[in-house]
């Protein structure tokens, strides 16, 4: 039996010489709705992540799998600008959204996240709101005036979310009033709302039940239709079930990315296979 | 999980075993015309049983543990050369029939057998020894092996349509016994095919 400890230093610096410097999987389409390019972040002395190079796809749900600490979340929240509202926080590289770098000079990062929504760990609705100012609070902020738009848009992103069903009789009362698995879903609603492309999500289960967990993951599935997700989960058979792509992140590099099906049936790096048969992390 | 893959490869050896004695047992009783029908079944029912308990193991390790990469290959393939095991041990009972069916054989020449059976019989071993240490340099030579059996099963075969001197009956029982030992080979392919695969990822 395998002694179930991390990699040694040499194990690791192997591993990552003998993952491909830049994304060069077999998928068809290299130029991604959003690109890493040599992109660099950390806090203050501290690099959390290294060179990363990742293409994501546009309608695929992309998982970013790795051990605690890896830096999953940083890495979802430089996509969207989020990471820089920590003190200390620095980025450098290139997150390309359709060929426009979020990251250049003069992009306002509150409409780069209007673009890129994320869906946090735990369900964090406005909890004096009720259901439907959840949702229709993007849309105010906004500038959508009109009642009667902002009740069918309501119910359209509700709908989305397969929300609406459970909290058509109850959209007046308190965001917080509704079960952990319906408040994550009203925070899906709340993101679709102000229309976004991509949308991120941070461990999105993680505070929820299977049953809760079966319905989100259905509903991510569902949105790749319409928009490009990226995951963030350390749950290895939730990104098993519902990603195209996933990418094995460790110690902030990549060691492997590539379609879902070879990471989980034939990864082609050891750490990886390691990692994903529960022998460390 | 662990306990469980080392529970299948325990089951899977204790298969390979019997297996490959049911197979030489099969032919040196042909070669012998000694009547060992009762016996293969019982073989062959055996296998079937541990067959079957290697396909609720494994779909118990599937359930509890849903593995990845390596160990999902391997269960994967656990199944299918249970599979290859099963079979031939009932082509071994298929094998010591034939003597049942076609009465004394001993006038038969039974060269061609002899020597495709000592052929089949070491592609057997390959195919078990390759699984038990994932050789895959080994099981990749159990293909090219095959196309020896093959050859020489249509040539013999083709000699016996073309009327070479010998009996109706025993045409027909080399012909049987050949293609049995033809489909055995094949089996054993499928075995080192697994072995390819847990250890490369690749399917052939």
Not at chain 1, 7 to 35: Q, W
Not at chain 2, 58 to 72: G, H, I, K
Not at chain 2, 132 to 152: F, I, M
Request: hydrophobic share 40%.
């Amino acid at each position: 039996m395998e002694t179930l400890a991390p990699p040694t230093s040499e194990e690791l610096a192997e591993a990552i010489l003998k993952r491909p410097p830049r994304f060069e999987g077999t998928l068809d389409d290299m130029r991604g709705k959003l690109v890493v390019d040599k992109f660099s972040a950390g806090f203050g002395p501290k690099k959390v992540l290294e060179d990363l190079n990742i293409p994501i796809k546009d309608n695929t749900v992309t998982a970013i799998i790795g051990p605690s600490g890896c830096g999953k979340s940083t890495f979802i929240r430089c996509l969207n600008r989020m990471h820089e509202v920590t003190p200390g926080a620095w980025a450098m590289g290139l997150v390309l959204l359709d060929g426009e770098n979020v990251y250049s000079p003069g992009t306002d990062p509150v409409k780069v996240r209007r673009r890129i929504g994320l869906v946090f760990q735990k369900p964090n609705p406005f909890p004096t709101m009720s259901v439907y100012d959840n949702v229709a609070a993007g849309l105010r902020l906004n500038g959508m005036r009109k009642e009667k738009e902002i009740g069918a848009k309501v119910q359209l992103n509700l709908n989305k979310a397969f929300l609406w069903e459970e909290v058509r009789d109850r959209l007046g009362d308190s965001g917080a009033s509704l079960s952990g698995g319906q408040q994550q879903r009203l925070c899906i609603a709340r993101a679709l709302a102000v229309e976004p492309e991509v949308l991120l999500m941070d461990e999105p289960c993680s505070a929820l039940d299977p049953v809760a967990t079966a319905k989100i993951e259905e509903l991510i599935i569902a949105l790749k239709e319409e928009y490009t997700v990226v995951v963030v989960t350390h749950n290895m058979q939730q990104a098993a079930r519902i990603s195209d792509i996933t990418g094995f992140l460790y110690y902030g590099r990549l060691i492997e990315y590539g379609p879902t099906r070879d990471i989980f049936e034939n990864p082609r790096n050891e750490l990886t296979e390691r990692y994903i048969s529960g022998k460390f992390g | 999980m662990d306990l469980g893959l080392d529970r299948l490869s325990n089951a899977i050896a204790d298969m390979a075993s019997l297996a490959q004695q049911s197979v030489l047992r099969a032919i040196e009783a042909y070669a012998r015309s000694e009547k060992i029908s009762s016996q293969a079944l019982d073989n062959a029912k055996r296998l079937s049983v541990l067959g079957e308990e290697i396909e609720e193991l494994a779909v118990e390790l599937l359930a509890r543990y849903q593995p990845v990469a390596t160990d999902l290959r391997y269960i994967k393939s656990c199944l299918e050369i249970s599979y290859g095991f099963n079979r031939f041990g009932r082509y071994a009972y298929d094998i010591a029939q034939v003597l049942e069916m076609a009465g004394d054989l001993s006038a038969c020449d039974k060269s061609d057998i002899e020597r495709l059976s000592h052929h089949v019989n070491s592609m057997i071993q390959d195919s078990i020894q390759s699984f038990k240490s994932k050789d895959e340099k080994l099981a990749r030579t159990l293909r090219e092996r095959d196309e020896e059996v093959d050859r020489t099963y249509q040539n013999v075969t083709k000699q016996l349509f073309q009327g070479r001197s010998t009996t109706v009956g025993c045409a027909l029982a080399s012909t049987l016994v050949l293609r049995y030992l033809e489909r055995i080979a094949d089996h054993a392919c499928h075995i080192g095919d697994s072995v390819i695969y847990i250890t490369t990822g690749k399917k052939i």
